[in-house]
């Protein structure tokens, strides 16, 4: 199976880290993210990846020709971005996706058993599969509930909200890459309201497994803590 990883972010959230080395390249443990994200696509059959590539990228395929102690034995390709096309732009760049594949973004943490995601797209038919993680979102103040006159109806200290969020890991049937114009910059919200409006099956599969974003300094230390605690949660297979 294929899988494309999005590797050309700047990652500007996560200064002054990405200031010297691309977000994807940043450690956990003593392994670069990127470099555990590879391990896991691999264990899940994933032999054929390829990165899209921007910021920095000379550091990213450097690691991979030289600091590659145990690395499965999978194929992997590169594709350049010359200018930012966002998160769906670019897979106009890739070749040869003509069948189902993954794709990830370069920068998440996770447990995922990717090979079950994969099955569940197939066996509902769908165009595209968005990996879905329920995200609580606490609120540090007092809400009020109010009616339509103003008057108080409830009130409620710090609650939580849950909403289901895109984990970055999506499914795609070749398809789907007809609705995406080589050269121009899309990013994935707006193919997926191209899909819709298109009448395209799009689905989500709910993860019960561990997963973060390590965009900003606060969830990258909560990865560190969580990977240095149990990395064999995220590397499968030793």
């Not at 050309?8 to 080395?21: Q, S």
């Not at 691999?42 to 920095?56: H, K, M, P, Q, S």
Request: proline share 6%; aromatic share 10%.
């Amino acid at each position: 199976m294929k899988a494309v990883i999005l590797a050309g972010g700047k990652g500007t959230r996560l200064a002054p880290y990405t200031t010297v080395f691309p977000k994807p390249l940043v450690p956990l443990g003593h392994r670069p993210i990127l470099d555990i994200i590879v391990r896991q696509l691999a264990y899940y059959g994933f032999n054929d990846i390829i990165l899209t590539v921007g910021y920095l990228a000379e550091l990213i395929q450097a690691y991979f020709q030289t600091a590659n102690e145990g690395l499965p034995d999978v194929r992997l390709t590169y594709v350049k971005e010359r200018e930012p096309l966002g998160t769906a732009g670019s897979l106009a760049l890739v070749e040869g996706l003509e069948d189902t594949f993954l794709v990830m973004n370069g920068d998440v943490l996770t447990s995922l058993n990717y090979a079950e995601m994969v099955a569940f797209h197939r066996a509902n038919g769908n165009a595209l599969t968005i990996g879905i993680y329920d995200k609580a979102i606490p609120i540090d103040l007092g809400v009020i509930e109010l009616d339509s006159a103003g008057n108080v109806t409830g009130y409620l200290e710090k609650p939580v909200k849950h909403y289901p969020i895109s984990m970055g890991i999506y499914v795609y049937e070749p398809a789907v890459l007809r609705y995406i114009r080589r050269g121009e910059h899309l990013d994935f919200p707006e193919l997926v309201a191209r899909l819709l409006a298109a009448g395209e099956r799009v689905m989500g599969y709910t993860c019960t497994d561990y997963w973060l974003d390590i965009g900003n300094p606060g969830d990258y230390q909560r990865a560190q803590e969580q990977f240095e605690r149990m990395p064999e949660k995220f590397l499968p297979g030793g």
